[in-house]
């Protein structure tokens, strides 16, 4: 995907890291949904750009202090999500108790995504200049 052909639309908007960006980025994914008549991915997809979200808000660090959403339709009739941010530290699935408030956002991508997501060193899509990571995630119906 990195040079995708012109034809394949992509929907990209930047966030400033507040608590507030997971909502917007919600919204801006339900219009963009709306617009390709994907609606029957928004409940799964809402909740994947959600976590990634407020992840890149809770825990990325680095000088730009923007975060970026990128949505894409795929072939198979679902979407390709990702979240940039300026961080080159990978999120780590944690093992969270019953009483931990935080650490479960990874499980739910994996379970909502059936395991279809990952994380790329920005400079894969961008070049080598590049800093920072992406986080990706597949919505939609099951490669098999």
Excluded: C
């Amino acid at each position: 995907m990195r040079n995708a052909p012109p034809s394949v639309p992509v929907a990209a908007q930047r966030w400033p890291k507040t608590s507030r960006s997971a909502q917007a980025a919600r919204h801006h994914l339900r219009d963009v949904l709306d617009r390709w008549e994907l609606r029957d991915l928004a409940d799964a997809a809402e909740l994947v750009v959600s976590e990634l979200v407020t992840n890149a808000v809770r825990h990325a660090r680095g000088a730009d202090r923007l975060i970026e959403t990128r949505y894409q339709p795929t072939p198979d009739g679902g979407l390709r999500i990702e979240v940039h941010d300026a961080d080159d530290r990978v999120p780590v699935v944690r093992q969270a108790s019953a009483q931990d408030e935080s650490g479960r956002g990874l499980h739910l991508v994996e379970a909502l995504t059936d395991g279809r997501w990952g994380v790329l060193p920005r400079a894969h899509r961008e070049g080598a200049g590049a800093v920072g990571k992406f986080v990706w995630a597949h919505v939609g119906p099951a490669p098999w």
